[in-house]
């Protein structure tokens, strides 16, 4: 039952990100064409950096969560297991 949820909702997310990017290409290329300029950039930076955070910060949880076996979830497994093979690809480079 959990393992179908999780199936669910990894196919809802994914159909949200490209709902999310036609939307974000659409806008910019709107843009680009009428050769719009922001109004404000220091406020679309102030806007930007506390996602930068608070997202940064999920991030670490989600992969600090990923290494708990208590959680028993495949998804956060894969995450864990993703994050540590590039890690070492990212070693391997230097």
Do not use: C, N
């Not at 909702?9 to 719009?36: D, N």
């Not at 955070?53 to 979830?73: I, N, P, R």
């Amino acid at each position: 039952m959990l393992h179908l949820r999780e199936k669910r909702a990894s196919v809802g997310i994914g159909l949200v990100f490209i709902a999310l990017a036609v939307t974000v290409v659409a806008t910019a290329a709107t843009h680009l064409v009428e050769a719009t300029k922001p109004s404000e950039p220091l406020m679309l930076m102030g806007l930007s950096l506390p996602s930068v955070v608070v997202f940064g910060a999920l991030g670490a949880a989600k992969l600090w969560l990923g290494s708990a076996e208590q959680l028993d979830s495949p998804s956060m497994r894969k995450v864990h297991h993703e994050f540590g093979k590039y890690k070492k690809d990212a070693m391997h480079f230097r």
